[in-house]
């Protein structure tokens, strides 16, 4: 029988454009989840996002006022490890240089997206957030590891830079890529040649959609699939897209024009095509999660010990959402010879000991809801 690993990646941070108070988008939702998961005897990873996490401890220790809650986040984030949840790293490296004005960091938009830092540049910015979590977590756990990352906006093309800094930094699996995703801008990507949408793959150096078999790294998808966009409909995504437009990233240097232009395009693009759909557990519906996972299931009848790793954000986590998210730990928990909870620790552990997940090519189509 077909056995999966199930991972619940949560982005722990603030707005993207720095506005929002940590208590109220990372701290008091984080623990209303853990304590959901916790009850259902589940594991969550919160991917910290590290950049942030520094300054607010700089601010603290420098001023001795702990205007930000970096206690509460440090000790929520100590608290998890303890209970056997997982902690790894994720950064956002524009909050490194941001200043603090008003109500708001300003971000530092030269360093706005991973992969285009230089070589000596995102290899110190891994080292930072890698050495800040383990100081922080190995007294609750001395085998604690970061061994875990996701770039900030998915950010890992070109990829000749960051990824040689993620070995450097004896970082093991990466968790950015989800198949046939995109973006131009600020950030720009193609995941489109990803390998595979949920079988792991090592990525070369260059190219982290390539395959080079002795790589020290792995790349652990995101789930994805490429679906029409009324596939997308559920209450939890139609509060997300509120919300960007609430806190928008407002990049200078781009003409009123060119964003009109631009999102023409987008509204053409968005009806006509089929996009990136994630399996986010914030923004999908209880019952589109439960479905994918069927359809997962039903399309890999071989696979042995694959990881389906889903994608949260903590600032998107609030009551009507753990709702929704209860039933699907619920279904989880009904079916516990076909899945069970991990983490990338734990990966990490049983792969090591030669347990390597397998999955057969994809074979019948069990077919993709549109
Ligand atoms: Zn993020």
């Known amino acids: 029988m077909a056995r999966f690993d199930i991972l619940f990646t949560l982005d722990y941070e603030i707005h993207g454009n720095g506005e929002g108070r940590p208590r109220a988008l990372m701290t008091r939702p984080t623990g209303r989840l853990l304590d959901l998961f916790q009850d259902a005897g589940a594991r969550l990873t919160i991917m910290a996002d590290t950049a942030e996490l520094l300054r607010y401890r700089e601010v ?30 994720h950064v956002h490296p ?4 941001a200043e603090f004005v008003g109500r708001k960091w300003e971000q530092y938009y030269k360093e706005y997206s991973c992969a285009d830092l230089p070589r000596e ?5 891994i080292s930072g957030g890698k050495t800040y979590l383990e100081r922080l977590l190995r007294p609750v756990d001395p085998d604690y590891a970061c061994l875990a990352f996701r770039a900030a906006n998915w950010s890992m093309c070109p990829s000749h830079h960051i990824v040689p800094a993620l070995i450097e930094n004896g970082i093991r699996y990466d968790s950015s890529v989800f198949k046939y995703g995109s973006r131009k801008g600020t950030v720009t990507f193609d995941y489109s040649q990803a390998p595979s ?6 990525p070369s150096a260059e190219d982290i959609c390539g395959i080079s078999q002795d790589s020290p790294l792995i790349e652990i998808p995101i789930y994805c699939e ?7 409909a559920s209450l939890g995504r139609l509060r997300r897209v509120l919300t960007s437009r609430q806190y928008p990233v407002k990049l200078s240097g781009m003409s009123s024009r060119r964003r009109i232009v631009g999102r023409l395009r987008d509204l053409g693009r968005l009806v006509l095509s089929r996009h990136a759909w994630k399996l986010d557990f914030n923004q ?7 479905r994918t996972f069927e359809r997962i299931a039903c399309n890999n009848p071989g696979a042995k010990d694959l ?4 994608i949260g954000h903590s600032k998107l986590a609030d009551t009507r959402n753990g709702k929704e998210l209860a039933q699907v730990l619920a279904y989880l928990n009904s079916k516990p010879e076909v899945f069970r909870f991990s983490t990338f620790r734990q990966l990490s552990g049983a792969w090591s000991h030669g347990r390597e997940p397998t999955a057969p090519e994809r074979l019948a189509s069990c077919g993709v809801e549109t």
Do not use: M
């Open 284 to 290: 999908c519906s209880a019952g589109q999660i439960v």
């Open 197 to 202: 949408n949920i079988v792991p793959w090592r």
């Open 121 to 125: 540049r995102i290899t110190e910015i």
């Open 307 to 310: 990881p389906v790793v889903l």
């Open 60 to 89: 603290a220790d420098r001023s001795g006022r702990d205007y930000f809650g970096i206690g509460d986040i440090e000790e929520q984030l100590r608290t998890a490890v303890a209970r056997g949840h997982d902690v790894q790293l």
């Open 226 to 232: 490429r679906r029409h966009v009324w596939a997308f």
């Open 94 to 97: 524009s909050y490194l240089k």
